[in-house]
């Protein structure tokens, strides 16, 4: 019989030789050829060399970390596949390896290399793994989860609110946010998607009740991965945001969160200061080049099938951009 991970190429990241050592024999014993590096700098020279099929990576590491291992990554037009494997506690190193576009979180110990497999598995395999049925169950297990306790549900996506001001891929960042304390308003998340550009999105979740928390955690973890591949599918032009948009619309629908979601989502690339802005439902107003802009009114994620968002299209070194519904107002500020 063969082998299940035959012909797959591994590359352990990992400090600890003897953890590595041991996950090198379990691969070696499943099929797959296994490298090992001992941290990110050396994985990053293994990874432009031998280019394996996936990564298993240990988040704290010494000379580059995990995180810093996959941004580079990432940020190169990597788009290698990669199960972490940490002892991390911290909610936030999780979230930002999920918005990295990471295929699972494993944390140590591992008391079953079963689980590592079948993560491996689903990974190679994801036809085998996932089904209409299974999905529902996982999506029924995380609302049930979410609906015990929304409230610290909510608290978690305060938590993880971007910082009010940073320099992102060269451009500096800022922005004022006033929500109703006593409700659910505007979430707003920015990262970098290169060194180039980055993008952002403001969901508005006071329209949908507990199902907006699971949506904004849903698009915590999928929306930077979802726009990569979109922009690699243009072949590095810049993206076609309302075709994103409709992809994040089916998204919501395949995972039956019902209800009006307003949202917007932005990339700005910092070299040839290129902004793109498209809304569904959400009230934007940008000014730039001493101009103001305005989008017209569109129908939120969620209504139809398909959506009919508006979009500008500016080249800019300065913007602002003030956007505003049901959950509050919100000013997001750039400059290079």
Known sequence: MTPPLANKHILIVEDDPVFRSMLAGYLTSLGATAGEAEDGEKALIY???????????????????????????RHQGCQVPVIVISATEKMTDVDKMLRLGVHDVLLKPISDLTTLR?????????????????????LLDDWANL???????????????????????????????????????????????SENDFAFYCLDISLAGDKGVLAALLL????NNLLQEHIAEQSESLPQMPTVLNKINKLLHQSYLEGQFPFLAGYYHVPKQELLIVSAGLHVKVEANKRKYDLNDSVPLGTLDSIFSSQTRLITGQWMCQIWGAGGRLQLNASV
Request: charged share 20%; with cysteine.
């Open 47 to 73: 990874v432009k060399n031998h280019w394996p099929d996936l990564l298993i990576c240990d988040l704290g590491m010494p000379n580059m970390d995990g995180i810093a291992l996959v941004e580079n990554l």
């Open 118 to 138: 079948d993560a491996l598995l689903s990974c190679f395999y994801p036809y085998l793994f996932s089904s209409p049925a299974s999905d529902e169950m996982a």
């Open 147 to 193: 609906s015990e306790k929304p409230q610290e549900a909510i608290q978690l996506l305060r938590q993880l609110q971007p910082p009010a001001q940073q320099v992102i891929s060269g451009c500096k960042v800022n922005y004022r946010q006033l929500t109703l304390a006593d409700r659910s308003g505007i979430v707003l998340d920015i990262a970098p998607l």
């Open 220 to 223: 915590r973890a999928l929306f």
